[in-house]
Structures are given as structure tokens and as C-alpha cells.
């Protein structure tokens, strides 16, 4: 087969639906390389995600409607984003779910993309091979904009939070322990593990498989249940995993993967039974013990996921 120069590749596809082979950077990728969709930039960046002549992450989050999974690699790596122009656009896969369907991806928008007709194609079916690019993704973007756009703090307690339910005994205090602010403060004297505090996610069960992890700063005794739920009258399900602190402050950091191993032994959830539909987070606290907690943190989402 012959191959085309990218104006006539990209005609094809609209007249076809896919192409044939296609030469990018002297190699051909010759499968059945088709543009799944394209997304205008503006379509895909929120109004607090537009800083002004400034490149941002947007997030592109894939699912059946998008893409067949079915069809595509197991770890996406049949996947390419560019300009209409052919040029390469960085992006990183932060979440992948064959069997769900579910994708997402980060991806790059220079400025000059969110301007009338800018816009990305998402391709599929090249040639297997990781186009992935975590330093393109992020060059020049600021720590704290990549932390705003790849993290939820779920509180820093220094200012009432309805969404919180905290039991009797418990509540914020100063955080102490050489630790500056407010903190939540959990207490039990029972044998018994007790919900002490649960803080309500979303208005509605969402969607949370591609959290990496969950942060939190903590200090005390005892031993601290740290749990996603999906809690909704007469459906409770919670999976959880622990922590033992001591009487410094450490950062501690929970992957849902580690909620599996404390679900065989205790009937407790696994990650896979609620992630599609997660609505607290929550700590426990297998008392005696007290405990201090600050600042948790969902990574691997964004305030979108929870709006």
C-alpha cells in the first residue's frame, strides 16, 4: 500500500472513516489507524482551568462512547493525541479500565489551541507502542497548577465543613504536636470500631476508579481505618484499609489497591465492589486511641469529578 502526506491521510478519514498506512517521524504506522473523536480545546477545560496565554492539562476522560475497549490495547498503547496538523500532542494515560471501559487521559493544551476551531484528535489503532510523555505534559506548568489539576483536598479543617458528619467526642481542635491550624480530632475508649468522621463527596455517587491514592497527615494511637464508602440509605459498602500512628505528625499516603487484603478478612468491600460509585470518605477508629488527622488529599482526580 501507498503511503499519503497527512492533508490527503486526513481527508481519507473523513471521506472513509479510516486509513491505511501512515508515515509520522520516518516510521510507518501501518494498523488500522483511525480518529476516534476530536475535541475542540475549549470543550474540554472548565472555567478555572483557562489561565491566559498560559499551556494547561485537560483532562480527557474516555469511555464506550468514545472508544471500544474491547478493540483496543490493554494499556492503551494504541493511543495517540495530535493537532489537526499532525503534530504530537503530550499526554500521559492516568487511568486505564478495559474491562469497565473507562479511560483518562491528561493531556496538553498550549494556549494557542483554545482560540475559534482549535482543537485535538484522539487516535487509535496505531502501531502498540507507548507515545506517552510526562515531561512534555507538564514543561513550564507551575506545582501548585498540577496539584489543583491532578488532586482534591477534601478539607484543611480551618473553617466549618457541613459536609462532614463527626460523631460525639470528636470535632476540630487545634492540631498541636508542633503541627500549625486546625485538625479533626478522633476519640474512642470502646473496643468496638466506631464511624467517628465522614465527609460527604459528592451529591451523588460518582465515578472515582482512577484515584492513584489518598494523603492525609496524621499522629496519635490506636489504630485508624481509612475507607471510601458508598453510603446511601439502606446500601452501605465500605472498603477500607489501616493505619497505626504515633505521636509525631507523618504524611501517609493509601493506594485503593491496599483496600482488598483487609476486605478478605473482615467481609468489608474491595475497591472494584465501589468504585463506580464512591460518596464518603471516611476514618474509623478501632479504639482506645485518639487520633489527629489533616489536610486529606483524593489524587488522581479533580474538583470536575466531584461537581
Request: glycine share 10%.
Amino acid at each position: 500500500m501507498k503511503s499519503y502526506p497527512a492533508l490527503i491521510a486526513l481527508t481519507l478519514f473523513h471521506l472513509s472513516g479510516c486509513l491505511g498506512d501512515r508515515i509520522s517521524g520516518g516510521s510507518s504506522e501501518t494498523e488500522n489507524a483511525v480518529v476516534a473523536r476530536v475535541f475542540p480545546a475549549d470543550s474540554l477545560l472548565p472555567e478555572w482551568n483557562r489561565p491566559d496565554g498560559k499551556a494547561t492539562v485537560a483532562i480527557l476522560r474516555l469511555d464506550s462512547s468514545i472508544l471500544d475497549f474491547r478493540l483496543s490495547d490493554s494499556l492503551g498503547r494504541d493511543l495517540d493525541v495530535r493537532r489537526a496538523n499532525g503534530s504530537r500532542v503530550p499526554f500521559v494515560i492516568s487511568h486505564w479500565d478495559r474491562v469497565r471501559g473507562q479511560g483518562r487521559l491528561q493531556v496538553r493544551i498550549e494556549a494557542d489551541l483554545r482560540g475559534p476551531g482549535g482543537s485535538i484528535q484522539l487516535w487509535k489503532g496505531l502501531r502498540r507502542v507507548d507515545r506517552t510523555d510526562s515531561a512534555g505534559l507538564w514543561s513550564g506548568i507551575a506545582d501548585s497548577s498540577r496539584l489543583e489539576l491532578t488532586s482534591v483536598l477534601v478539607d484543611d479543617f480551618e473553617s466549618a465543613n457541613s459536609a462532614w458528619f463527626i460523631a460525639s467526642g470528636s470535632g476540630i481542635v487545634a492540631a498541636g504536636g508542633g503541627r500549625q491550624g486546625s485538625a479533626l480530632h478522633l476519640i474512642s475508649t470502646g473496643t468496638d470500631p466506631v464511624v467517628l468522621a465522614a465527609a460527604l463527596l459528592a451529591p451523588t455517587p460518582r465515578r472515582l476508579g482512577s484515584i492513584d491514592s489518598i494523603a492525609f497527615w496524621a499522629r496519635g494511637s490506636g489504630r485508624l481505618r481509612v475507607a471510601l464508602e458508598h453510603a446511601l440509605p439502606g446500601s452501605q459498602l465500605v472498603a477500607w484499609t489501616a493505619y497505626e500512628p504515633d505521636t509525631a505528625w507523618h504524611r501517609v499516603q493509601i493506594r485503593p489497591s491496599s483496600f482488598d487484603s483487609a476486605a478478605v478478612n473482615s467481609g468489608g468491600a474491595r475497591w472494584d465492589d465501589i468504585l463506580d460509585s464512591v460518596t464518603h470518605l471516611s476514618f474509623w477508629l478501632d479504639g482506645p486511641g485518639e487520633a489527629w488527622i489533616d489536610d486529606p488529599r483524593l489524587y488522581g482526580i479533580n474538583r470536575e469529578d466531584l461537581r
